[in-house]
Structures are given as structure tokens and as C-alpha cells.
């Protein structure tokens, strides 16, 4: 067990079909800490990064065309093993082979237009934070429900 940070970017479809504030809300009631947020337009050379073990497949270009069209929501949530936490309330990759109940699998029928992104391992997390992130845009403030959301021994 242990407090992590992970990055969570609502995509322009979610944006077009009005569910920003539903797939935010459910990491909000899970009680997961938002330590920052804003709304970006990624660069394409940002998108060759964000996506650099994807940049070969034929699919790329679309993906790039779609990320960097549009503005996306960008925001880092903190929590006791958040990294994982997150990709659970994901879902997998292709929305139609999401589990019901994940953001994914009740929102979204696509692979390419799937509504969300979280980063997947704690290294990812680190490289995506200091990606969209300065360090003066996180904020270590006091959640003062942390002693109702955690137990004694949880909170470190
Ligand atoms: P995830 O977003 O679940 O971490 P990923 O990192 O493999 O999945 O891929 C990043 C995004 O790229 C994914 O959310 C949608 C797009 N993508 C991945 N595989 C694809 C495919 N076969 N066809 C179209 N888009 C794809
Ligand atoms: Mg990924």
C-alpha cells in the first residue's frame, strides 16, 4: 500500500457529448484527491510523446488528429494505490470489452473515441505529471474528509 499520484485526461469526445463532469465525478465519490487540473490543447510533438509506444501503429495519425484537434481535461488524483484504483474505474482499452460500471464500459462503444486516459504504471504516472504539470500547478492541500475516507493506518 502506498499514497500515489496518477494522471487522468478526459478526451474531446467526452467533451462533445457532455460527460466531463459524470467521469469526473466518479473518482471525486471514490475519494480520490484532485491535486491538479486544467484544460490543455496537446501539441502534436506533446501527442508523439504522450503516445510514443504508439507512434507506428497505422492508427496513429488519427489518434494524434483527434487529441490535438480539440482541448482535453487534465488532472492528477491521489490516493492509496491510485495508479491501479483508476485504471480499474478505466476500463480496458476497447469500450466494448469493458466491464459495466467503469467509465468505458458505460459511456463509450470505440477503441479510438473511449472518453478517457490514465496513466498506466507508477513510472508512467511520474513521466505524465511532469508532462502537463509545472510544479507549481499541484497542490498539497489538506483533504480534511481523509480521516473518514482512510482508516489510522492508511493515510501515509
Ligand atoms: P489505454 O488508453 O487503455 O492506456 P493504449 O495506451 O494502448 O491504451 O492506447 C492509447 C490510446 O490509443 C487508446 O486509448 C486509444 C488509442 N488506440 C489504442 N489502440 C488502438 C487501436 N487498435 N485502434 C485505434 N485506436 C487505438
Ligand atoms: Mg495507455
Partial sequence: MAMEKTVVLIKPDAFQRGLVGRILSRFERKGLKIVGMKMVKMSPGLAKEHYA??????????????MTNEP????VLEGQEAVEVVRKIVG????????????????????????????????????????????????DY?????????????KE
Fill in 142 to 154: 489538506n483533504l480534511k474528509v481523509w480521516d473518514y475516507i482512510y482508516a489510522e493506518d492508511e
Fill in 53 to 66: 509506444h504508439l507512434v507506428d501503429k497505422p492508427f496513429y495519425p488519427g489518434l494524434e488528429k483527434f
Fill in 92 to 139: 480496458v482499452t476497447n469500450s466494448r470489452k469493458a466491464d459495466a460500471g467503469t467509465v468505458r464500459g458505460d459511456y463509450s462503444m470505440s477503441t479510438g473515441r473511449n472518453t478517457i486516459h490514465a496513466s498506466d504504471s507508477i513510472e508512467t504516472a511520474r513521466a505524465e505529471i511532469t508532462r502537463f504539470f509545472a510544479p507549481e500547478e499541484l497542490f
Fill in 72 to 75: 482535453i481535461l487534465v488532472f
